[in-house]
């Protein structure tokens, strides 16, 4: 975007590979390389599985078994990764960006080192993302993170996650469809922290029904090599499995960056401290992305770099990106969307609030005999009027919160909700017939 305004860019990357390391990454970055993109494609392979059983009850019939190959999937996954990654590459020289290969690390405000040699800039971006963390416990260096789970060599059998955020439970879900038993442990009594209350315990029956074992307010103790696989101690007992994944936070991918020497700041977490414009204390020095640990998520990113570029280069006023009523997805099976307060932040921040809940079978179950239930929920500001929380638990959460998100954002009364005609029969439509309050919040 900025070479559209005359500037010279260019952009410093670490080598291609899968898995990230201080020496290896690949343009494209997290998203497009090991998080969003690949998570994704296995995501639809292991829908396939609930898909063939579904069939049955619309009269189908499937005269042998499926039988699936996970080999077969990581290779056409990194198949599509390396097409990808050479798309990636081709856009940034179709619009007149020099890619540098290399590892990179800043000297002063206006110099950047690559592998020895020095590039002076007028100004410095960085957007080195995050780095999965993994805590410093006995047999850490046997766990995997969800960069090695989206390349294994072979299916575990059995295998137990860390972690109740949306990585480990994005890929419970995965190995669990894909014919893993999975095993779930995290801290908390409660997964998914920071969601919404009853989204939260709601989404827990729903995984449980399905047979993912999770283990509440349980903690991590070692892993260790045993006959048969690695043994995982947690603080209740122990289990023999095939992997160990760590899915317990992301830091920001700030190691060797040599912000040191540019005395850039940074904030106790380990995340570069800027501005509402991404501007560091160091004046020609901008970061965005999750290594300031704003909204770690991709689409956040690139609206950051889009509003610093018009603010850099555009000669206009300065551009910052607005944070709130981000919409946000876990998919998992079924899927959460989210855009706006929490019931508990809503109660918080307006006082008086109206809740609409609604809780139903998918007509696609109905024949099919698949259990999986939705829950839809939306939160009033008495005193506005105005819808400030839309949460779904449910098939396609992600594809309708997107345009349910607009709407949020821009200010819709529950009224202006309560005037839109449904489209019958969905799913969706259910947003807008919802007239009852199920329960009202008043201070």
């Not at 760590?246 to 940074?266: C, I, Q, S, W």
């Not at 024949?367 to 008495?382: F, P, T, Y």
Request: aromatic content about 6%; some cysteine; glycine content about 10%.
């Amino acid at each position: 975007m900025s070479t559209q305004y005359g500037v010279k860019v260019a952009a410093c990357e670490l080598p291609f590979s899968t898995i990230s390391s201080n020496t290896m990454g690949g343009v494209g970055g997290t998203c497009v390389i090991r998080g969003c993109v690949p998570k994704k494609l296995l995501v639809y392979a292991s829908h396939f599985a609930t898909d063939f059983k579904d069939a049955e009850g619309f009269g189908w019939t499937i005269p042998e078994a499926p039988t699936f190959s996970w080999e077969k999937l990581i290779a056409n996954k990194n198949k599509e990764l390396d097409r990808l990654h050479g798309i990636y590459g081709s856009i940034l020289s179709n619009n007149n960006v020099e890619t540098i290969i290399g590892k990179g690390s800043i000297v002063d405000a206006n110099t950047v080192d690559v592998d020895g040699t020095q590039y002076k800039c007028k100004n410095i971006l960085i957007a080195t993302g995050g780095r999965a963390f993994v805590p410093d416990l006995p047999g850490k260096e046997l766990v995997i993170t969800s960069d090695e789970a989206l390349d294994l060599p072979r299916l575990p059998k059995k295998i137990a996650i860390v972690g109740a955020g949306y990585i480990a439970l994005e890929f419970a879900c995965i190995f669990k469809q894909l014919g893993s038993e999975v095993h779930v442990f995290y801290r908390q009594p409660k997964l998914l922290r920071g969601f919404d209350d009853e989204v939260r315990t709601f989404l827990a029956e729903q995984l449980a029904a399905k047979g993912i074992n999770l283990h509440p307010s349980t903690t991590p103790v070692s892993t260790e090599k045993v006959d048969g696989g690695l043994k995982f101690t947690y603080s209740e007992g122990d289990m023999v499995v095939d992997e160990v994944m760590f899915a317990t936070g992301r830091k920001p991918n700030t190691h060797g960056l040599g912000l040191d020497k540019a005395g850039v700041e940074l904030l106790p977490s380990g995340a570069i401290k800027v501005d509402d414009f991404s501007q560091t204390n160091v004046p020609s020095i901008y970061a965005v992305g999750d290594v300031t640990d704003r909204i770690n998520l991709t689409p956040v990113a690139l609206m950051e770099g889009m509003a610093l570029s018009q603010t850099l280069f555009a000669g206009g006023e300065p551009v910052s990106v607005d944070h709130r009523n981000v919409a946000a997805a876990v998919f998992t099976q079924p899927q959460v969307a989210t855009v706006g307060m929490t019931e508990e932040e809503a109660a918080d921040q307006c006082g008086d609030v109206d809740v609409y809940t609604s809780s139903f079978r998918p007509m696609k179950g109905t024949i099919s005999g698949n259990e999986e239930r939705c829950l839809m929920k939306i939160l009033v500001d008495v005193a506005s009027e105005k819808v400030v929380g839309v949460h779904i638990v449910g098939g396609d959460a992600a594809e309708i919160m997107q345009g349910v998100a607009i709407a949020v954002k821009m200010g819709a009364t529950k009224k202006q909700f309560d005037q839109c005609i449904g489209i019958h029969p969905t799913g969706a439509e259910e947003l807008v017939t919802m007239r009852s309050v199920t329960r009202k919040i008043r201070k």
